[in-house]
């Protein structure tokens, strides 16, 4: 099992262009998780999806910012028009249903030129 | 609202003494907690979570409800344990969303 699969491992962006994220989960799991983490600080939630469904959506900025977990591929975090505050290591989990633990990527670092 | 603060950024200790870091939460309800670590070049990794009450790697952490904390500890620290190391609050009404604290970067010195 090769555990919860991100790519790419680093993204470069320049300003306005648009950035996407893709997470493959566990094998087994259906419930995906989005994370971003700005330097020097913690783990921030984004998202929760199960296939098909946003679940929560509290923690995804308002604008430029959407996620999807189709029924088949993996699931994609998208970044419309990126700005250098954009810039970020982006955390993807998944997870079992139930109070299973989340297990993490490696993470996407996306730089902002 | 819930919040997790670990207050110490960085802790060093030496190997063989005991280390102990801090995590305190605020959620009104009954949370679980987790401690999670980050080794150099690794993936974020789950350590410990409270309900299993276990000890991994010769760490514990014991739910304190009264004093809102779930502190990390082991009696004699090596240097493998050298990390990042992240506390976690899931509230029970909040989903299954993590709340993270901003993280001690702990280093054992030989």
């Known amino acids: 099992n090769a555990g919860v699969m991100q790519n790419p491992r680093h993204l470069v962006r320049r300003r306005g262009q648009e950035a996407r994220l893709r997470c493959s989960p566990m094998k087994g799991h259906s419930h995906v998780y989005w994370y971003r983490q700005l330097p020097e600080e913690g783990l921030k939630f984004m998202v929760y999806l199960q296939k098909e469904n946003i679940i929560d959506e509290s923690g995804m900025p308002k604008e430029r910012f959407s996620a999807e977990f189709p029924k088949e591929g993996p699931s994609i975090l998208r970044i419309q028009q990126v700005v250098r505050g954009d810039s970020a290591a982006y955390f993807c989990?998944?997870?079992?249903?139930?109070?299973?633990?989340?297990?993490f990527g490696d993470g996407t670092r996306l730089s902002i030129l | 609202a819930q919040r997790v603060t670990q207050p110490e950024k960085l802790l060093s200790v030496f190997k063989g003494a005991p280390v102990e870091l801090k995590c305190n939460y605020s959620?009104?309800?009954?949370?679980?907690l987790f401690w999670y670590v980050q080794y150099s070049r690794q993936r974020l990794q789950l350590l410990l979570r409270h309900i299993s009450r276990e000890s991994i790697k010769g760490f514990t952490a014991d739910l304190n409800k009264g004093e809102t904390s779930f502190h990390l500890k082991k009696p004699f620290a090596q240097e493998e344990d050298s990390a990042m190391y992240y506390c976690?609050?899931?509230?029970?009404?909040?989903?299954?969303?993590?709340?993270f604290g901003e993280g001690t970067q702990l280093t054992v010195n030989p």
């Open positions: 989990a998944s997870s079992g249903p139930g109070d299973q633990p989340q297990h």
């Open positions: 959620y009104s309800g009954s949370p679980e």
């Open positions: 976690a609050l899931r509230g029970e009404t909040s989903g299954s969303r993590l709340t």
